[in-house]
């Protein structure tokens, strides 16, 4: 899951495996979120978003699940791959041109 | 198309001394962001520029000031650089602003370290 503070999150899978990020979001009235991959030393990248009056949404190989009874948002990773290492870090929708992010998780995939 | 380019990739300040931040998108679109990333934190908003011609504040926009010059090139400067803004710096670019999307573009980010 997410975490203000020093260190990440961390989650080691084995190549090939499914992969389970989670993220939790603070506001209740967010419509619009979005998970980002972030390589080392590289700006974030889209990866897949989602609004509030989804629960489920699929891209390759990722989808996305939303439930907002918790405000909890998950990506999911199918047959990770090495490629796939970085920081995910989800982001909300906060009010008019504020997205606000979460610090991330750590992905290492193992080969 | 290169996207969003950001200059310089790296840069060493001493406390005071001031700089610009560059910014551009190919992308023709309206809206550009400054972040600063922070170890272990998530990507906190500087400034915005929903569209050419004006600009407002975000999460954390002390000891910083913008310029969005047209619809190209999003600047960000420090006028008196101090330690607490050693950071990495995003320029993104999205092209609808408010909430109709957002999804953003994300430059290479500069490094910032202040001494």
């Known amino acids: 899951g997410e975490s203000v503070g020093l260190h990440l999150p961390t989650l080691s899978v084995q190549e090939g495996d499914n992969s389970i990020i989670n993220c939790a979001y603070s506001?209740?009235?967010?419509?619009?979120f979005i998970w980002y991959k972030q390589e080392s030393g590289k700006g974030p990248q889209f990866i897949i978003d989602?609004?509030?009056?989804?629960d489920k949404r699929q891209g390759q190989r990722v989808t996305v699940l939303l439930n907002k009874t918790v405000k909890h948002l998950s990506l999911q990773i199918a047959a990770t791959q090495p490629g796939d290492s970085a920081v995910y870090f989800c982001?909300?929708?906060?009010?008019?041109?504020?997205?606000?992010f979460g610090a991330g998780t750590r992905l290492t995939v193992k080969p | 198309n290169a996207g969003v380019t950001q200059t310089p990739k790296f840069q060493v300040l001493k406390t005071g001394q001031s700089m610009t931040l560059q910014c551009a998108q190919d992308?023709?679109?309206?809206?550009m962001y400054w972040y600063r990333q922070d170890p272990g934190m998530g990507l906190r908003l500087i400034y915005y520029?929903?569209?050419?011609?004006?600009?407002d504040k975000g999460e954390v926009p002390n000891g910083y000031n913008v310029s969005r010059l047209n619809k190209r090139e999003f600047s960000l400067r420090l006028e008196s650089a101090a330690p607490s803004q050693t950071s990495v710096y995003f320029c993104?670019?999205?092209?609808?602003?408010?909430?109709?999307?957002?999804?953003?573009?994300f430059g290479p980010g500069t490094r910032l370290l202040v001494l």
């Open positions: 989602i609004r509030s009056n989804m």
């Open positions: 992308m023709n679109h309206n809206s």
């Open positions: 982001a909300e929708n906060i009010m008019y041109d504020d997205m606000r």
């Open positions: 993104a670019s999205s092209e609808v602003s408010g909430r109709a999307t957002q999804t953003q573009y």
């Open positions: 520029s929903a569209s050419e011609g004006t600009t």
């Open positions: 506001n209740s009235a967010s419509d619009y």
